[in-house]
């Protein structure tokens, strides 16, 4: 069901004259290639569909719904902004925990 009401919604977008963000429902997959770290792929598929996470828990208020239109840094995300905001240890793994770095850098 949240499948189809999302492809509608796509659908609608595109036929509407709007510029739909990503071809794919739920956005694909996202590759980061962060200054002297390895790079990070961010999988809409693991957040969305395997997590069940709603489309606005990170697009309401940590991220825009464009490719690159956030500059993050781990330093930002430290304090709780961007993937910082849940993963702060209590919603989600700590990102200050060295020990999981290589959970997003691969």
């Known amino acids: 069901m949240k499948k189809s009401v999302t492809l509608i919604a796509l659908l609608c977008l595109v036929l509407s004259g709007g510029t739909a963000v990503a071809a794919v ?3 694909g997959d996202l590759s980061f290639t ?3 770290a390895k790079p990070v792929i961010f999988s809409h598929d693991l957040h969305v569909n395997i997590k069940d996470l ?3 828990a990170c697009h309401n ?6 490719k690159d239109s956030s500059k ?3 330093s930002k995300i430290n304090k ?3 993937c910082g905001h849940c993963h702060n240890g209590e919603k989600a793994f ?3 925990d ?3 770095c290589g959970r997003c850098h691969k």
């Open 54 to 56: 709603k489309c606005s």
């Open 80 to 82: 709780g902004q961007f």
């Open 25 to 27: 429902p739920g956005g």
């Open 98 to 100: 060295k020990a999981n």
């Open 72 to 74: 993050m840094d781990m």
């Open 61 to 66: 208020h940590t991220f825009q719904m464009a």
């Open 34 to 36: 962060p200054a002297n």
């Open 94 to 96: 700590d990102v200050k």
